[in-house]
């Protein structure tokens, strides 16, 4: 071995060490700002990646004497017991359908209402909107629910007025028929003045003199906000449209839970609130994993396909 050979073997340590001590000198410059991060990372780790380690049980059938370990390994028998259930298509058609309906409807509202606020010269009525669309998302669900029992009830305003119009009552509450509409929105409701803030500072974030020189090419009120604003947030747009994407076998559990009925249970029945009532209620702990391992994993493909597409479609995407 030559003289440059035996220099390379032996710097070849120090070269892989030296990554290494750029971190730690590195950490040392910045501890405090790591001993902030240290207290969301644990969290992470002990209540989102640490059970992870209970997934098997949707593979085995639990047993909470024996514990995970000692139950016995069945391998897709429960999922192929959730495919091969009656309720099945029940199920998947009515999580899909309220998630995509709120999709398409509930999405573009906050945006509308970002850009109307936007749009509003006095900043006195602007602000009161958002005050008066921003205090709904603080109401507790619960007390969201009773209001929507009592409007909807068979003697309550909503009925009042459609007898006065001539019409006849309608049981809302306790119609499949109506539920979807009235979860939906009421979901919109509450939640449009707070999905706004982000598109609300997106807007702020744009040049002045973009508008200004649209409005001396003449461009109207409407051209302005359709070629500075919109173009400005669409970026913004994207991610939270993937992020809700992600999301899309989720829904609500507590205020469905709260509005499900035996008349209603025709569509308000989704997953989420079957895998409480099946899971929690009756024990079967082992199926609804399957059944929430089933769940999680549309829900990653959905985020990877939609990541992909607009990565590809544009330069904004999660990763």
């Known amino acids: 071995m030559n003289k440059a050979e035996i220099h390379n073997t032996a710097a070849a340590p120090r070269f892989r060490r030296e990554p ?32 992870l380690y209970g997934l098997q049980i949707a ?15 069945v391998g897709f028998e429960h999922f192929q017991r959730f495919f091969d259930s009656y309720y099945f298509w029940r199920l998947l058609w009515n999580t899909l359908s309220i998630n995509l309906f709120s999709l398409l409807i509930a999405f573009p509202v906050p945006i509308m209402l970002a850009l109307l606020i936007n749009e509003i010269g006095s900043k006195r009525y602007s602000k009161l909107l958002q005050n008066v669309t921003y205090i709904p998302h603080f109401i507790s669900v619960v007390v969201i629910v009773g209001i929507l029992t009592v409007l909807l009830s068979p003697s309550g305003p909503v009925n009042m007025l459609i007898q006065a119009l001539g019409g006849t009552p309608t ?14 929105s009421s979901n919109i409701w509450q939640n449009m003045g707070w999905q706004s803030i982000i598109y609300i500072a997106a807007l702020s974030g744009i040049n002045p003199q973009l508008y200004e020189a649209a409005k001396m090419d003449g461009a109207s009120r409407i051209r302005r906000i359709w070629h500075v604003s919109l173009p400005g947030i669409i970026p913004v747009i994207v991610i939270l449209l993937i992020l809700d994407i992600g999301q899309f076998m989720n829904i609500g559990f507590e205020k469905i839970l709260l509005m499900q009925n035996n008349l209603n249970l ?3 029945d989704v997953i989420s609130t079957f895998v409480y009532t099946t899971g929690i209620l009756k024990g079967e702990y082992s199926y609804t994993a399957a059944i929430g391992l089933f769940n999680s994993l549309i829900n990653l493909t959905l985020l990877l396909l939609v990541n992909r597409f607009a990565r590809k479609t544009s330069d904004t995407s999660l990763w």
């Open 20 to 51: 290494g001590r750029r971190l730690v000198r590195q950490i040392a410059r910045r501890y405090d700002l790591y001993l902030m991060l240290l207290i969301p990372v644990t969290w992470y780790l002990v209540f989102h990646y640490g059970p």
């Open 59 to 73: 593979f085995k059938n639990f047993n909470p004497g024996k514990g995970i370990l000692g139950s016995s390994w």
């Open 171 to 184: 049981r809302f509450m306790e119609s499949a028929a109506w539920f979807k509409t009235i979860f939906i």
């Open 266 to 268: 025709e569509s308000s």
